[in-house]
């Protein structure tokens, strides 16, 4: 079969590579000039590669680790205890181990006590899914927690990441995050391990794409797709010109490239992204049940503000803000994750936000959202000034978080879309897991599979 996986994301290589090794030639249409979509790099100088938004992985992100081993890389995820804090009236409160919920005094005593309890009980019990499924987070944590512990900890963590769908997100997506990342034995009860590769996430990609390529594929970024079409001898796919990433993230905006013909195609763009590919005839041969399921998931976009700062600005790696006067929703300081001497003594820092579309804050640009967040890292930080900054880099993601509402798990568009050879794979499917790399190798490797058995 001669396959074209659209995007060249975690997903999209991922399965590219997966049917390249059952013999099947892959092209792999990438819109951005570079590999890793959400995971993509930058050159942050001097030769050090940076992801455009922050990323680490979890002892538990097995599916990653073992793709690692595959492509005989294993030596190239190192694992670093991690640092966490809850910025919260007026100062920032340490949340790594286990006893510093005990000594977190925003909370009442019995608040605290109640809210361990609650945790333990469902890391320790609650194995399946089905229960919390029909049940906001909100209504569980203030049953299971009591109010204070939504007010002052869980309500700011989910206004930050779904804005005013916070008291929506079903309790699903916090079972996934509490349940499924942590290793409670070991070494990792009392602190957690989080997972960086050496040299950043970019080598993955390119071992992945040598894979592809050596398999008689080929890895086309700067080449998105513009429109699919359905014919009797297969699908038709338009790409658009080179350069059509300026233009944003609507293909049917970008000038039209080359036609090429496929039997089979992966799509692991988002949603919208999706529908707009299609041509009248193909989207009416998937039909209107699937395209009503693409169209009812909402998504928030990232906004990430990456400084190269001359000091360090906090002792942890991940500050949660749960103070809802400061706006923007996590500090996330890398190198006090792996060290500034792996890059030349330089230090980084994540200042990252989730927000609904249109929000005004997506129209800054980088200075101007500086300037706006400076009060608020001078709360975290007092003495921090604006020439600490050496460099700054500001990206934008518009697909990067699904909001997980109640009974989504029904809701989710399957990957078979209906038309033999069509597959959709993107983040709105994975459930009940917080999105990550980890589960886009999954869904890469589920993707082929689906493609494959689908005939
Ligand atoms: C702020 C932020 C922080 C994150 N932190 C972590 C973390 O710490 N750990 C972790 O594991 N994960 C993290 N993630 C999530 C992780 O990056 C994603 O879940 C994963 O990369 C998704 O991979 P994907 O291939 O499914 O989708 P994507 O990466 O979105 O890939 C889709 C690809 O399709 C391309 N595309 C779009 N339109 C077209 C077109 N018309 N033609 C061709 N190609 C097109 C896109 O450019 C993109 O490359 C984070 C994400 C964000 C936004």
Same mark, same amino acid.
Not at 144 to 173: C, H, N, Q, T
């Given at each position: 079969?001669?396959?074209?996986?659209?995007?060249?994301?975690?997903?999209?290589?991922?399965?590219?590579?997966?049917?390249?090794?059952?013999?099947?030639?892959?092209?792999?249409?990438?819109?951005?000039?570079?590999?890793?979509?959400?995971?993509?790099?930058?050159?942050?100088?001097?030769?050090?590669?940076?992801?455009?938004?922050?990323?680490?992985?979890?002892?538990?992100?097995?599916?990653?680790?073992?793709?690692?081993?595959?492509?005989?890389?294993?030596?190239?995820?190192?694992?670093?205890?991690?640092?966490?804090?809850?910025?919260?009236?007026?100062?920032?409160?340490?949340?790594?181990?286990?006893?510093?919920?005990?000594?977190?005094?925003?909370?009442?005593?019995?608040?605290?006590? !109640?809210?361990?309890?609650?945790?333990?009980?469902?890391?320790?019990?609650?194995?399946?899914?089905?229960?919390?499924?029909?049940?906001?987070?909100?209504?569980?944590?203030?049953?299971?927690?009591?109010?204070?512990?939504?007010?002052?900890?869980?309500?700011?963590?989910?206004?930050?990441?779904?804005?005013?769908?916070?008291?929506?997100?079903?309790?699903?997506?916090?079972?996934?995050?509490?349940?499924?990342?942590? !290793?409670?034995?070991?070494?990792?009860?009392?602190?957690?391990?989080?997972?960086?590769? !050496?040299?950043?996430?970019?080598?993955?990609?390119?071992?992945?794409?040598?894979?592809?390529?050596?398999?008689?594929?080929?890895?086309?970024?700067?080449?998105?797709?513009?429109?699919?079409?359905?014919?009797?001898?297969?699908?038709?796919?338009?790409?658009?010109?080179?350069?059509?990433?300026?233009?944003?993230?609507?293909?049917?905006?970008?000038?039209?490239?080359?036609?090429?013909?496929?039997?089979?195609?992966?799509?692991?763009?988002?949603?919208?992204?999706?529908?707009?590919?299609?041509?009248?005839?193909?989207?009416?041969?998937?039909?209107?049940?699937?395209?009503?399921?693409?169209?009812?998931?909402?998504?928030?976009?990232?906004?990430?503000?990456?400084?190269?700062?001359?000091?360090?600005?906090?002792?942890?790696?991940?500050?949660?803000?749960?103070?809802?006067?400061?706006?923007?929703?996590?500090?996330?300081?890398?190198?006090?994750?792996?060290?500034?001497?792996?890059?030349?003594?330089?230090?980084?820092?994540?200042?990252?936000?989730?927000?609904?579309?249109?929000?005004?804050?997506?129209?800054?640009?980088?200075?101007?959202?500086?300037?706006?967040?400076?009060?608020?890292?001078? !709360?975290?930080?007092?003495?921090?000034?604006?020439?600490?900054?050496?460099?700054?880099?500001?990206?934008?993601?518009?697909?990067?978080?699904?909001?997980?509402?109640?009974?989504?798990?029904?809701?989710?568009?399957?990957?078979?879309?209906?038309?033999?050879?069509?597959?959709?794979?993107?983040?709105?499917?994975?459930?009940?897991?917080?999105?990550?790399?980890?589960?886009?190798?999954?869904?890469?490797?589920?993707?082929?599979?689906?493609?494959?058995?689908?005939?």
């Amino acid at each position: 079969m001669r396959v074209a996986v659209i995007g060249a994301g975690v997903a999209g290589l991922t399965c590219a590579h997966r049917l390249t090794s059952r013999g099947h030639a892959c092209d792999v249409y990438e819109r951005w000039p570079g590999l890793g979509g959400q995971a993509a790099t930058l050159d942050v100088g001097s030769g050090h590669l940076l992801e455009r938004y922050y990323h680490h992985l979890f002892t538990s992100d097995r599916h990653i680790a073992e793709l690692y081993e595959e492509l005989g890389m294993p030596d190239e995820l190192e694992w670093r205890p991690s640092s966490v804090a809850f910025f919260l009236e007026g100062r920032s409160w340490p949340f790594t181990s286990p006893l510093h919920l005990l000594r977190f005094r925003p909370l009442s005593l019995r608040s605290r006590l !109640r809210m361990g309890l609650a945790v333990l009980r469902l890391q320790r019990g609650a194995r399946e899914v089905e229960p919390f499924e029909q049940r906001t987070a909100r209504d569980w944590i203030v049953a299971a927690m009591g109010a204070e512990a939504y007010a002052k900890v869980w309500g700011p963590l989910l206004r930050g990441k779904f804005g005013d769908r916070a008291d929506d997100i079903s309790m699903a997506w916090l079972w996934g995050k509490l349940t499924m990342r942590r !290793r409670l034995q070991g070494k990792e009860a009392s602190q957690e391990l989080l997972g960086y590769p !050496r040299r950043s996430w970019e080598p993955l990609f390119a071992a992945l794409r040598s894979s592809i390529e050596a398999g008689g594929g080929r890895v086309l970024i700067d080449r998105p797709v513009k429109r699919l079409s359905h014919r009797a001898e297969g699908f038709e796919l338009l790409a658009g010109a080179p350069g059509s990433f300026r233009g944003g993230h609507d293909p049917r905006g970008f000038d039209a490239g080359g036609t090429e013909r496929y039997d089979a195609v992966v799509a692991t763009v988002p949603n919208d992204v999706f529908r707009a590919l299609l041509d009248d005839e193909l989207a009416g041969a998937i039909g209107g049940e699937y395209l009503a399921r693409l169209a009812g998931i909402e998504y928030h976009t990232a906004l990430c503000l990456l400084l190269e700062l001359d000091r360090g600005f906090t002792p942890f790696y991940w500050t949660n803000i749960a103070d809802p006067e400061l706006p923007f929703v996590g500090v996330i300081e890398h190198t006090n994750l792996v060290g500034p001497e792996r890059y030349g003594g330089r230090r980084f820092l994540y200042v990252a936000n989730y927000l609904a579309a249109g929000d005004e804050l997506l129209s800054l640009g980088a200075d101007e959202l500086l300037a706006r967040y400076e009060p608020g890292l001078r !709360r975290i930080n007092p003495a921090f000034e604006r020439a600490w900054v050496r460099e700054r880099w500001l990206h934008r993601e518009p697909a990067a978080q699904p909001i997980v509402t109640v009974g989504y798990g029904e809701r989710i568009p399957p990957l078979r879309t209906g038309v033999p050879g069509l597959v959709l794979a993107n983040t709105t499917q994975i459930y009940p897991e917080d999105r990550g790399t980890n589960y886009a190798v999954r869904l890469g490797g589920d993707a082929a599979a689906a493609l494959l058995s689908a005939g």
